[in-house]
Every structure is written in structure tokens, then in C-alpha cells.
């Protein structure tokens, strides 16, 4: 099981939720996800193994303070993505989605945000590790992205 940097593992004991796109692994890793303390909402990743595949759904929405946020693993091919999620997901606010592990934040004229948080364990082709951080302020969500050393 990879460990997580202690950058990301304080700011996960000091959220008020987790949200995880996917690619957990394990239902042991899950499980000290959860230790962290705030509760954890994930959906399955194409690498996550057959406990979590039943445990966990494919998509959600998740509504905190009266943002609504989607969540999905793999979001597609990067042309079209924004749109696609749009409609996809009509009524949230925001999609969240891992997979490529490369970090990506957009908006639609209408508001609505895709964002990809990277990976703070497996980073690829991106330039860093990254986690991403949401807060909600009047019923609308805002993302960062955050480098982790």
C-alpha cells in the first residue's frame, strides 16, 4: 500500500469530508483513509479490487451546504469533457473525477466546474504530486489545487 505524504494527511484530518475520485486499491487502504477521522465518500476506480467494486458505486452526487457535487472516476477523453459532464450530471454545481491522475480545473459559462485533483501517491505524466481542496460558500463550490512536497 503506498503512504500517503503528511502534507495531504493533515489536511485530511482537518477536513470536514473526503472526497476520493477512485483508484483507492484496497478495502484495507480505504479503511485508513477513513481513520483520518472526517467521513470518506469515494467511488470505484478501474484499478480498485473486487471488495471495493462492491462496496463502492460507480457515480454519486454528494450535496454539502447546498453545492452539488458529482463524482466519477473516469470522465472520458479530454475533448468534450466539460460538456460531457454537463450534461451528464444537469444538476450539480461541480464533477470531480481521477483517473488520468493529471490535474485539470475548468468552467463552464454557466458556472459548472470539472476539477481533477491528481494523485498524491502516483503523479504519471503530471509535473507534481496534488490533492485538491474544496470549500462551499453559499451553496457554490470552489477548488484548489494543492502541490504536495
Given at each position: 500500500m503506498r503512504r500517503l505524504p503528511q502534507a495531504c494527511v493533515q489536511r485530511l484530518r482537518g477536513a470536514g469530508l473526503i472526497l476520493h475520485a477512485g483508484d483507492v486499491m484496497t478495502d484495507a487502504a480505504l479503511r485508513s483513509i477513513e481513520a483520518y477521522g472526517p467521513p470518506v465518500l469515494a467511488v470505484r476506480g478501474?484499478?480498485?479490487?473486487?471488495?471495493?467494486?462492491?462496496?463502492?458505486?460507480?457515480?454519486?452526487?454528494?450535496?454539502?451546504?447546498?453545492?452539488?457535487?458529482?463524482m466519477v472516476h473516469?470522465?472520458?477523453?479530454?475533448?468534450?469533457?466539460?460538456?460531457?459532464?454537463?450534461?451528464?450530471f444537469p444538476d450539480a454545481h461541480a464533477a470531480v473525477f481521477g483517473h488520468s491522475h493529471l490535474p485539470l480545473h475548468e468552467r463552464a459559462e454557466d458556472g459548472f466546474q470539472i476539477f481533477n485533483p491528481g494523485s498524491p501517491t502516483q503523479r504519471r505524466r503530471a509535473p507534481a504530486h496534488t490533492m485538491g481542496l474544496a470549500r462551499v460558500e453559499g451553496g457554490r463550490p470552489t477548488f484548489a489545487l494543492i502541490e504536495l512536497t
Open positions: 478501474n484499478v480498485d479490487d473486487a471488495a471495493l467494486h462492491d462496496r463502492l458505486p460507480a457515480e454519486r452526487l454528494v450535496e454539502v451546504d447546498g453545492a452539488r457535487i458529482a473516469d470522465a472520458g477523453p479530454a475533448r468534450g469533457r466539460l460538456a460531457r459532464l454537463r450534461t451528464r
